[in-house]
């Protein structure tokens, strides 16, 4: 066989193999919840008559559970889509100044992991006092939601059409076409971003927990402590979990998200709104609106540390559980964007197939968090390598990675559609394969974008709890958890500590986001 | 050229990180290349902030490093129990430290412990200790009842958890989710002691009476201390944290008169994991956290334990072991009785 033969026989063995291990990333981190609702499933289901089932349905409880899940939720996209609206408009459609500061801010925010948010909102209330409270609960969330509404908002603002705005100004004046232009082509952003908030808080229990608020996502969590069967907790969260997919199914089809279309261009939007005698007034607001949310926070947290000195000691002491989340951070966030680009590219172009990708997104997104953990403990509990596997931090990672697969996909799918399609086909026509395709045409042009998602999902990963509690392996306690923990005890000076190094944590890589989006960021306050 | 590297870089990079992840880190990379024996796995159900600097100087005394997992305090003890429970076939905690004993119990008499010989144990009164050695008692804590004093009057001051039933305090008494922890354990003990039918008569003039449930022990003491409630039911650990700050409260040990029930007084539990990875590694920390040091180290820390140990210092800040009237429960029972115990608390106060 002549060489050339052969190393081309070599390289499409390799095309195929990399190919594989996408399609079984793809079919693993699905399996992980799937398995775990079929058994619960099967347990409800296929029993012997005599068996109990595995779930009590009392029709009493679940009413309060999805009465308090529902408050919880709407105050909190109610909350989050007032702040999304009002600074999203004054920061992308209006010459309101410092709207570049406040941009940056916002997306520090977003940034922030939950526990950190948490531990400051505590600081200055005491969950204690608004423990059972659905409404203060959903406040909590909103509140830690808003930058995030903040940022998707003031993108979709940006993303509006310049020339319909432009022609309707000639007839009407800006408040009108603010509200009927510009507003309308933003709902279903509104819409997305609601949508958004409402997975993140539906599917996270910390918060619910520790004010006590019975939510499905904290009765998933109190379901799998206090019974022996992982059944019960799954079970509990189907209602949650078809409600998400349906939201979900709704939103992404409306968007066309994985179909063969140009992404809005973040930056292009319309002209800036004049705010004209109104702009001192409303920026000294915004201004004093921010100080006076964050500063008695800071405050607040700052208060319960004795000394410098003994915060550097406790930062010291805290340092195995931050390196602990920095590494798995980083290595979760590596894997999910290292498979992301390909899957991103299969939810784009992979022809039929992309609607099993489009299905496992949903799913995924939809997930609540504890469910993530039971299935991969099902998974992997077992004696043997799984087993093994189990007993190491790398289940952490794991579990990083169904939590954020679908996210790092969806943050990648845009930069795909982006790559035009006679790019690839003229590729192929010169003979590259898959594989090759994806080294010398897609990775290249969606590097930049690839970095962001990386950022983006690794500060997620160093975030998350609701996994990681019942994932963390003897010895392998990372911040978010030890943070969960002594959370419930009220916020000391260990805690205020834990809170205040995750954010220098959180620091670092904001600021190469921030770097990596300038262009964009400039553009925002550049333009009009 | 380089651009067409970039999937492999990337690839490159994030298995290195990966496989950094799987690296331990400083403290404990001795501990994976040392001997199986130099490392003991611990679940601990006490408090991290109390269990943790005893726990590093085992480490520090015996060189044999811990890999602890510690409680979440909504979930507390019953979550580290079903952990157990659901490692069984390839278990990978060698000591369960137990900070109540109900589910230790529970756990032996589902054959998901070994016994062991721990040389301490005669210290302890055999009331706190298994004849077998499948579990060792030591450090108590005591269920009370800590009162608002500016809100409740000497003359009004509650001395039975009945009290939590009474309807002038109707809406204004706590406690803490019954489902975990020593609430729940409490529970089951008064399903052992008064019989089941009276536990749920008494549990039913709670629930009717409009009794606060609240995430934990902590939460209870914190918002009796803050004046949201007239009195709770709590531990002598959470409440004295309160008293020592100077607050206005009161620690009421329940039902100690004559004709009382008792206070209830429930004992940290030690016990070896059945199939445990390190089993002389357990034992050894079984014998440091019996010895007399570590009941006064516990005693005279934050938590305030009440000794149990023959040695140690008889007088906690709290209360002294002979001041006060234990609640005669047969343990054994409390335990049979916990599902039930816990079924009827999660009917009544978790809708």
């Known amino acids: 066989m002549e060489p050339r033969s052969v190393h081309r026989r070599a390289r499409d063995w390799l095309a195929a193999g990399v190919a594989a291990a996408h399609g079984f990333v793809l079919l693993a981190v699905v399996a992980v919840p799937l398995q775990a609702i079929g058994r619960a499933l099967a347990a409800l289901l296929v029993r012997p008559p005599e068996a109990p089932s595995p779930i009590d349905i009392d029709p009493g409880r679940w009413a309060v559970l999805l009465a308090n899940t529902l408050i919880v939720c709407g105050v909190a996209i109610v909350t989050a889509t007032l702040f999304g609206l009002i600074l999203g408009i004054l920061i992308a459609r209006t010459d309101m100044p410092l709207r570049a500061g406040f941009a940056k801010a916002a997306a520090l925010g977003a940034c922030v992991p939950m526990y950190v948010t948490a531990v400051f909102f505590f600081s200055l209330v005491p969950a204690w006092r608004v423990q059972g409270s659905a409404l203060a609960c959903g406040l909590f969330y909103g509140l830690m939601c808003a930058p995030l509404s903040i940022v998707v908002l003031t993108a979709a603002f940006r993303a509006a059409d310049r020339e319909l705005e432009d022609l309707a100004r000639l007839d009407a004046d800006p408040r009108w076409v603010l509200f009927r232009v510009t507003l309308a082509q933003a709902k279903w952003a509104i819409a997305a971003q609601a949508v958004l908030v409402f997975l993140l808080v539906g599917t996270d229990f910390t918060i619910a927990d520790i004010l006590f608020v019975r939510t499905f996502a904290e009765e998933v969590y109190t379901q799998y402590a206090l019974h022996r069967s992982p059944d019960a907790p799954v079970l509990v969260a189907l209602p949650l979990l078809a409600t998400f997919v349906m939201a979900l199914t709704v939103i992404l089809r409306r968007y066309r998200l994985f179909g063969e279309h140009s992404p809005a261009e973040f930056g292009r939007g319309p002209r800036t709104l004049a705010l004209g005698r109104w702009r001192p007034a409303v920026t000294v607001a915004a201004l004093l609106g921010f100080v006076a949310l964050a500063g008695p926070l800071a405050v607040a947290v700052l208060r319960r540390i004795d000394s410098p000195g003994k915060f550097l000691a406790t930062a010291g002491a805290l340092g195995r559980e931050l390196a602990i989340s920095t590494t798995g951070a980083i290595a979760g966030a590596s894997l999910v964007v290292l498979f992301g680009v390909g899957l991103a590219w299969s939810a784009v172009r992979a022809g039929r197939r992309r609607w099993l990708v489009w299905a496992a997104v949903v799913l995924l997104l939809a997930l609540p968090a504890p469910v993530v953990g039971i299935g991969l403990i099902r998974l992997l509990n077992q004696p043997g390598l799984l087993g093994r596997l189990y007993d190491s931090p790398v289940t952490m990672v794991l579990g990083y990675l169904v939590r954020f697969v679908a996210l790092g996909i969806l943050l990648l799918v845009p930069s795909i559609q982006r790559v035009p399609r006679e790019t690839e086909l003229a590729a192929r026509m010169d003979g590259s394969d898959w594989l090759a395709v994806q080294r010398h045409v897609y990775w290249p042009a969606v590097l930049g974008d690839a970095a962001v998602a990386w950022l983006v999902v690794a500060m997620l990963c160093f975030g998350e709890v609701g996994a990681t509690v019942l994932l963390a392996p003897p010895g392998w306690t990372p911040a978010s958890v030890r943070a969960f923990t002594l959370i419930h005890f009220g916020v000391y000076q260990d805690l205020a500590v834990l809170a205040l190094a995750s954010l220098g944590c959180i620091i670092l890589p904001w600021l190469l986001l921030m770097y990596l989006l300038r262009r964009r960021l400039a553009a925002l306050w550049s333009e009009g | ?351």
Not at chain 2, 4 to 16: N, Q
Not at chain 2, 153 to 171: N, V, Y
Not at chain 2, 214 to 238: H, I, P, Q, W, Y
Not at chain 2, 274 to 299: C, F, M, N
């Open chain 2, 1 to 351: 050229m380089l651009a067409t590297r970039y999937p492999m870089i990337l690839g490159l990079g994030g298995l290195a990180v990966a496989l950094c992840g799987c690296r331990r880190p400083a403290q404990e990379s001795a501990a994976t290349s040392a001997p199986v024996e130099a490392v003991v796995v611990v679940y601990t159900a006490l408090d991290r902030q109390f269990s943790e600097p005893i726990l590093n100087d085992f480490a520090a005394q015996t060189g044999i490093q811990t890999q602890p997992v510690y409680d979440t305090e909504s979930t507390k003890t019953v979550g580290l129990a079903n952990r157990i429970r659901a490692e069984a076939a390839r278990p990978r905690c060698d000591v369960f430290w137990n900070n109540e004993i109900l589910n230790t119990l529970r756990l032996k008499a589902e054959g998901l412990l070994q016994p062991c010989r721990a040389t301490q144990a005669e210290y302890f009164p055999p009331r706190y200790r298994d004849p077998d050695g499948y579990w060792y008692g030591f450090a108590a804590r005591a269920r009370v009842l800590i009162v608002n004093t500016e809100l409740v009057g000497p003359d009004e001051l509650p001395q039975s958890i009945r009290d939590l039933g009474l309807p002038k305090w109707r809406g204004r008494v706590g406690i803490a989710k019954p489902l975990f922890g020593t609430t729940a354990s409490h529970v089951a003990c008064l399903f052992a002691g008064l019989g089941p039918e009276k536990a749920r008569e008494l549990l039913d003039t709670w629930k009717q009476n409009n009794i606060q449930v609240v995430s934990g022990n902590k939460a209870c003491a914190e918002m009796v201390a803050a004046g949201r409630l007239a009195f709770a039911l709590t531990d002598t650990d959470d409440a004295i944290a309160e008293q020592e700050q100077a607050r206005p409260v009161r620690i009421v040990f329940p039902d100690s008169t004559e004709a009382g029930l008792g206070t209830l007084l429930l004992p940290n539990t030690l016990a070896v994991v059945k199939g445990a990875p390190h089993p002389q590694a357990a034992v050894r920390l079984i014998d440091y956290l019996l010895s007399a040091d570590v009941e006064a180290r516990l005693a005279a820390g934050p938590s305030a334990q009440i000794p149990l140990h023959r040695d140690a210092p008889s007088r906690s800040r709290v209360c002294n072991l002979a001041e006060i009237k234990p609640m005669e429960v047969d343990f054994a029972r409390a335990a049979e009785m916990f599902p039930t115990a816990a079924e009827y608390a999660e009917k009544q106060f978790l809708k």
